[in-house]
């Protein structure tokens, strides 16, 4: 089991930016991969990417493609999801996930989850 703590949530007008960052521990970090999900109130949680164990490989889903970024230092135990161009509809809490092996976009495949950061986005 790895122990997964997000920060760097908060307030942004839109067409601004935020960097999340998810500190991992308890487990070899490098073995897991990692994901980026989000829920609004009253919808599922969705999948907004993910990364190898290794960073050689990012999954974006069609909504954050090409304005959201993830990486992660393995050395620091850290995976960062980097949001431009916000917009009011990626107003959501925001939670890091590990899994052992590829990056899966259904949450119920993630066994260790952080408790989430609020990010709200006015307009």
């Known amino acids: 089991q790895v122990q997964l703590v997000e920060s760097g949530g908060g307030l942004a007008q839109a067409g601004g930016s935020l960097r999340l960052s998810c500190a991992a521990s308890?487990?070899?970090?490098?073995?897991?991969?990692m994901a980026w999900f989000r829920q609004a109130p009253g919808k599922e949680r969705e999948f907004v990417g993910g990364?190898?164990?290794?960073?050689?490989?990012?999954y974006y889903a069609d909504s954050v493609k090409g304005r959201f970024t993830i990486s992660r230092d393995n050395a620091k135990n850290t995976v960062y999801l980097r949001m431009n161009s916000l917009k009011p509809e990626d107003t959501a809490v925001y939670y890091c996930?590990?899994?052992?092996?590829?990056?899966?976009?259904?949450?119920?495949?993630?066994?260790?989850w952080g408790q989430g950061t609020q990010v709200t986005v006015s307009s």
């Open positions: 990364i190898r164990w290794d960073g050689g490989n990012t």
């Open positions: 308890g487990r070899t970090f490098s073995n897991y991969a």
């Open positions: 996930a590990a899994r052992r092996g590829v990056v899966l976009s259904r949450a119920y495949e993630y066994g260790d």
